[in-house]
């Protein structure tokens, strides 16, 4: 495999020949999610000619609300998910970049070399919300999953500004460092934090050491992205100030885009999308949204997810009676809040049980997208899943029937990757602009319409599974 500059490619799209032909220059995407890291290589047109996977370890505990990477994991596999993604290709296909995307409000503490002083701080770790403390002599630089991957990549000691999210001092609006008492406060200095830069600007070229770990060819330009979460709604092709994304994965969250920053609000939060000058406004969320349908379908031991969603398609919408509340995982403001079923009276299988789920998440993120929605004052003509969920054809009904709208599921549900290397391909000018690179790259599936009869049937049901959740959750409040 050869490898290029970052001005090693023009901005004609892929040209013909065989997938991975050298006649054609392609685009890695990197995307390290929370529990597998992926490697795809695209062409220019979006096309997947080569793909890695490898999971990641559990978490492992440390102290009271410590959640880490072992070891090395995260670079671990990234650089096995990368060997295998290479071993695909001929060996005169060009590779023109790569774009870098890493799991969000993860924190990693290194030395001066850039190696890992501690274990990798997870999205969980409680730590992670709270300033930075020493915890042994030769820690120095404290950054994020990107920027110590970037490191890996490049060597160099920079990152993407948008996966900066949370407690980190930084001006999410301009994209850069707050001021000296804010890094004082966050207990850092300058010198300890990573430059930031902008999605499709450069992060470096792979270094030798990197090219024999992941197989990618040494020399290549690696470019900026943004959060995990940004990134996919980039790649899953939201641009349109109406539409709204829900991305259904470990984490379920809604997203709407906008050319202008604002504060958050009582219903969203605001971060970097991944274009330059464009914010994501992200509603609440469900911290263990497709985990939820994973372990059910696990429980029950002897059925796939497929044969599951058949007999949830079978049972009654409201499955029976039975509702789901998925407060499996508590958050930090309220930790006293538990998941439940609620109105079993002995006639529901297990065809309502998991359709309840499905319900419970359907119903929960329409209610969290539309406050979202209300409170920026812009309607929602059209939705868009992502994540793995989005696979599922009952949950994409469920959603069309509570929008009342159209439902648009992207041919590549997996959409980080693609973000990913969406960024690249602007970057090193395969694409002149991020929407060149939207109408080449993003590539639809299906578009569900919503059902008449299944949207009325569903409107008193959200109601009432708004009333339970609000229910339940005092109940636990005041326990």
Not at 21 to 50: H, M, N, W, Y
Not at 146 to 169: E, K, M
Request: proline residues 5%; negative net charge; contains cysteine.
């Amino acid at each position: 495999m050869s490898g290029a500059g970052a001005s090693g490619t023009n901005s004609a799209g892929a040209s013909a020949g065989g997938p991975g032909s050298a006649s054609e220059p392609l685009i890695v995407g990197i995307d390290c999610g929370s529990q597998s890291a992926k490697v795809t290589v695209f062409r220019g047109d979006g096309e997947v000619v080569a793909q890695g996977r490898a999971a990641l370890r559990p978490y492992v505990a440390g102290g009271a609300g410590e959640w880490m990477h072992p070891d090395d994991d995260v670079w671990d596999a990234v650089a096995r998910a990368s060997r295998t993604a290479m071993g695909e290709l001929p060996v005169d296909a060009a590779i023109a970049a790569v774009g870098l995307c890493g799991i969000r409000f993860c924190r990693a503490v290194l030395r001066r070399d850039g190696t890992l002083a501690r274990p990798m701080m997870s999205w969980m770790d409680a730590r992670v919300g709270r300033p930075h403390v020493a915890e042994s002599a030769g820690e120095f630089f404290v950054t994020t999953c990107s920027g110590y991957l970037t490191h890996r990549l490049t060597g160099q000691a920079v990152d993407t500004a948008g996966n900066y999210l949370g407690a980190w001092p930084v001006d999410v609006a301009r994209g850069s460092w707050l001021g000296a008492d804010a890094l004082a406060a966050f207990g850092v200095a300058r010198e300890q934090l990573f430059g930031l830069v902008q999605p499709g600007e450069s992060l470096g070229f792979v270094t030798a050491a990197a090219s024999a770990a992941t197989g990618l060819p040494a020399g290549v330009a690696v470019f900026a992205t943004s959060n995990d979460k940004a990134v996919e709604a980039l790649g899953a092709g939201l641009a349109d100030t109406r539409a709204a994304l829900v991305s259904l994965g470990t984490y379920v969250t809604g997203m709407v885009v906008g050319d202008a920053f604002a504060p958050d609000g009582d219903a969203f939060w605001v971060n970097a999308a991944a274009e330059p000058g464009r914010f994501l406004f992200e509603s609440e969320g469900i911290r263990r949204g497709m985990w939820t349908v994973s372990w059910l379908r696990d429980l029950f031991g002897d059925a796939d997810e497929e044969s599951l969603t058949r007999l949830a398609a079978d049972a009654p919408a409201g499955s029976g009676g039975l509702v789901a509340v998925l407060d499996w995982l508590a958050p930090d403001a309220h930790p006293e809040w538990r998941g439940a079923f609620i109105g079993f009276d002995g006639s529901q299988h297990r065809g309502e049980l998991f359709r309840a789920v499905l319900e419970a998440i359907a119903f929960t993120m329409h209610r969290n997208v539309v406050a979202a929605a209300l409170e920026l004052g812009r309607p929602v003509d059209s939705v868009i899943l992502s994540g793995g969920g989005a696979k599922n054809p009952l949950l994409v009904e469920l959603f069309a029937a509570l929008f009342g709208v159209a439902v648009r599921v992207p041919e590549l549900t997996d959409s980080a990757g693609l973000g990913a290397a969406m960024c690249a391909a602007v970057g090193s000018g395969l694409h002149s602009d991020f929407a060149a690179a939207g109408r080449a790259m993003v590539r639809w599936g299906s578009v569900t319409p919503p059902d008449p009869t299944l949207a009325s049937a569903y409107a008193p049901l959200g109601l009432r599974h708004a009333r339970v959740t609000k229910t339940l959750r005092t109940l636990l409040s005041e326990g």
